[in-house]
C-alpha cells in the first residue's frame, strides 16, 4: 500500500476520511487477527495521514476498533439479508443464511476472529437484541429458526435457545475449519446440513 502524503480531503469530505481510516484498520486486522497489534500509527500510515489526523475522528484505539466492529457486523449482515432475500422457503432460507455465516468466516478469517475471539468482541444480550451492533445478525438467526418453527421443520421451543445453540455450532465449525485445515473435513454443505439436523432439529425433505 502506499505510503506518500494523502492530499487534504475537500471541506465536506471528512466522513470520507473516516471510512478510509476504519477500511485501513479492518485490512490490518484483517491480516493479523489481533487487535492489540494494531495501532493508529498504522492506519496512519496505511492512508497516508498523519497520526493526529486519525484521532480527529478516534480518540483512541478502542474507538477504532469498536468502528471496525461495527464495519463488519454490518458487512455480516448485508451477507446473511442477500442469502436470504426473496425465499419463501423458511428451510431454504434458514440454511442459506448459515451457510452465508460460514462462508463470510471463512473469506475474511482475520476479522472473524475479532469479530468473536478479540477482547473487543461484542456479547448479546437476549434482552435487548438491537442494541449492540452483533445484535442484528443473532436476531437473524432467531428470525430463522422461527420461520423454520411456524411450519414444522423445527421442534417447538424458545427459539432464542435453538439459535444460540446453533451459533455455537456455527463458530465451532467456522473456527476449528481454519485451525485445522488438513483434518478432512466433509464439504461445508454437508457439514451444515448435518449440524442443522442434529443441532437444531430441522427436518429437510
Not at 422457503?89 to 434458514?94: A, M, Y
Request: aromatic residues 6%.
Amino acid at each position: 500500500m502506499s505510503t506518500e502524503p494523502r492530499r487534504r480531503n475537500r471541506k465536506g469530505q471528512g466522513e470520507l476520511l473516516r471510512q478510509e481510516l476504519i477500511d485501513a484498520a479492518a485490512a490490518a486486522l484483517r491480516e493479523t487477527g489481533d487487535e492489540n497489534g494494531l495501532s493508529m500509527r498504522e492506519v496512519a500510515r496505511r492512508v497516508g495521514v498523519t497520526p493526529p489526523a486519525v484521532y480527529l475522528h478516534f480518540p483512541n484505539k478502542e474507538a477504532l476498533v469498536d468502528a471496525v466492529l461495527t464495519d463488519r457486523f454490518t458487512a455480516l449482515l448485508i451477507r446473511l439479508r442477500d442469502a436470504t432475500a426473496g425465499v419463501p422457503d423458511p428451510v431454504v432460507s434458514l440454511r442459506a443464511g448459515c451457510l452465508a455465516y460460514l462462508r463470510f468466516a471463512a473469506e475474511d478469517p482475520g476479522s472473524y476472529r475479532v469479530l468473536f475471539g478479540g477482547r473487543s468482541a461484542m456479547s448479546f444480550d437476549d434482552a435487548d437484541l438491537g442494541a449492540q451492533s452483533g445484535g442484528p445478525a443473532f436476531g437473524a438467526l432467531v428470525r430463522g429458526v422461527t420461520g423454520c418453527q411456524r411450519v414444522g421443520a423445527i421442534p417447538p421451543g424458545a427459539p432464542e435457545d435453538v439459535a444460540r445453540l446453533l451459533w455455537i455450532a456455527l463458530h465451532g465449525t467456522a473456527t476449528l475449519t481454519q485451525a485445522r485445515p488438513s483434518f478432512p473435513w466433509p464439504p461445508v454443505e454437508d457439514l451444515l446440513d448435518d449440524l442443522l439436523a442434529r443441532v437444531a432439529g430441522l427436518e429437510q425433505e
